[in-house]
């Protein structure tokens, strides 16, 4: 079954179709057990308190799964639903209260599920590698201060601690003439 390139976000509103949307995009080939990849995977009844919540078992592993087990929307109090949306809307760029108030949720909680949702975003995205030949047109190399390396010779800020203790003795030697001098 292919999997369509546009959502359409009324449809995404009936739980049973939020988790076939969910089977689709996780195993687009069919599905395969999370723990040992086999493809040797049969139906095992469904959740009892989400009823359109498949339950698998792995004929090589005989490890039992679901549909969520081992994503970031599993283990949640929210809605497989709530999730869905949350995540079109992070698609149309909402904030996070502009989402809260969409979904009647607390912020904090639109706070937590938006965060679970980019970590798991960025646990599927590829490393970047770069490679080839990087060109650069034009570098401009400040030295000293504001690009003038003349000027902070001449404050004596190339002369470490000795240039320091000379100006501090010279600025103590001003205040303390300063009254006399006038």
């Not at 195993?27 to 009823?51: K, L």
């Not at 599920?113 to 646990?123: I, Y």
């Not at 030295?143 to 600025?171: I, T």
């Amino acid at each position: 079954m292919a999997v369509s390139e546009v959502v359409n976000l009324s449809g995404l509103l009936d739980e049973a179709k939020c988790f076939e949307l969910v089977r689709q995009h996780r195993w687009p080939d069919g599905v395969r057990c999370p723990d040992c990849d086999s493809a040797v995977v049969i139906r095992n009844g469904h959740d009892e308190g989400q009823r359109h919540r498949q339950r698998d078992l792995c004929k090589a592993c005989h490890g039992r799964f679901d549909d969520l087990t081992g994503t970031v929307l599993a283990g949640h109090h929210q809605p497989l639903r709530v999730w869905v949306l949350c995540l079109y809307l992070m698609g149309l760029n909402l904030s996070n209260r502009q989402i809260a108030q969409e979904l009647s949720l607390d912020a904090s909680d639109v706070q937590a599920m938006t965060e679970q949702l980019r970590q798991g975003l960025l646990a599927r995205a590829p490393v970047a590698k770069l490679e080839g030949t990087a060109e650069v047109d034009e570098v401009d190399i400040v030295a000293g201060h504001k690009g003038q390396p003349r000027e902070v010779e001449k404050r004596g800020g190339r002369d470490g601690v000795a240039g320091f203790q000379a100006r501090r003795d010279a600025a103590r030697w001003r205040r303390r003439n300063r009254h006399s001098l006038a």
